[in-house]
């Protein structure tokens, strides 16, 4: 049992990639594509859900502030040139 575990620990990332353990298949790439179209689905929708409550609760400059702010936020964050994972 150990000896399973330390192995695990040691083997490189990715290894069982190259021995074909667990290589790219269509099931899985669209299983990986629904959960990213669902995520982005309730992201939208907790959003809308959040500053329709917020827009209840507070004054519009408020509102109009708070969303820029969170929109330039987003776009700082999404457009660095230097991130690799994009």
Known sequence: M???IIENLI???GSDL???DRG???ANVGKGATYLF???IVSMISGY???SIISKL???????????LVSIA???NNNNPHDDNH
């Open 2 to 4: 150990s000896t399973l």
């Open 11 to 13: 083997r490189p990332l």
């Open 18 to 20: 190259i021995k074909g």
């Open 24 to 26: 790219f298949n269509n």
């Open 38 to 40: 669902f995520d982005t």
């Open 49 to 51: 859900v959040f500053w």
């Open 58 to 68: 507070t004054m519009t400059d408020v509102v109009g502030a708070a969303s820029t």
């Open 74 to 76: 987003y776009l700082v």
